[in-house]
């Protein structure tokens, strides 16, 4: 899959969202979109279908975090859509990523499956208190987290850019790297603590910037997106 900016859209009902989705109707290729859990609960399965029908490159972010058979039930109920990419939390385990990978097994396009390793809305505090992680660096916890879940069958992975470099020193390019927390120079970063710049994005060998409010946010959405695609592309568009 080549490297392109996937557009969050973090927007509370299905009419808002093909609302937005009108300014980017002079486009001769749909951009790829990712809907999450707001989206997703407001509008479901049949939302993500209409997406596909019209040819959206669909991003899946469920974040899907519970036992493994649990897990495992829930990535078969989304099978039938033909989404792109799905998430799961990465410290959901090794015997989670293998129990979901199984259940895409037999799929002709099976989804890219992605390890969420730690939130780029955490600060270092934040992400200590929360994940237990008083003895160890955010990179080392990138790091651990993305190692498990691509030894168990994850073929990608979500991190902050700032880790992703790390990460492709640490364990190299040979898998897709999607991030979010990226923000164009000038723009608020909003809740999000770890960000960089498309620019600098592509220089870090990531492959697919999620941007959800630079470009939602935008007073000309599809300007926003076509500059922050040619800063992160850098001419390979
Ligand atoms: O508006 P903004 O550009 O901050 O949106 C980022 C999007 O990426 C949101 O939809 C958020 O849920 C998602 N995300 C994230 N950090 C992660 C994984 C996903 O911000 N680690």
Known sequence: ??????IALDFPS??????????????????????GMELFYAAGPEFVKKLKAEGYPVFL????????NTVAGAVNSLKGLGVDMLTLHASGGREMFARAKEAINDMEHPPILLG???LTSFSDEGRKEALLGENHSVEETVEGLAKMALSAGCDGIVSSAMEGEYLRKTIGSSFPLVCPGIR???????????????EDARKIGVDFIVVGRPITKADDPLSAYSAIRRDFLGGNE
């Open 1 to 6: 899959m080549k490297s392109d900016v996937i």
């Open 184 to 198: 164009p120079k000038g723009v608020s970063a909003g809740d999000q603590k770890r960000v960089v710049t498309p």
């Open 61 to 68: 972010d469920l974040k899907l975090h519970d036992i493994p």
């Open 116 to 118: 969420v390793t730690v």
């Open 14 to 35: 299905e009419e808002k969202a093909w609302a937005f989705l009108d300014h980017f109707k002079s486009l001769e290729e749909k951009p790829f979109v990712k809907v």
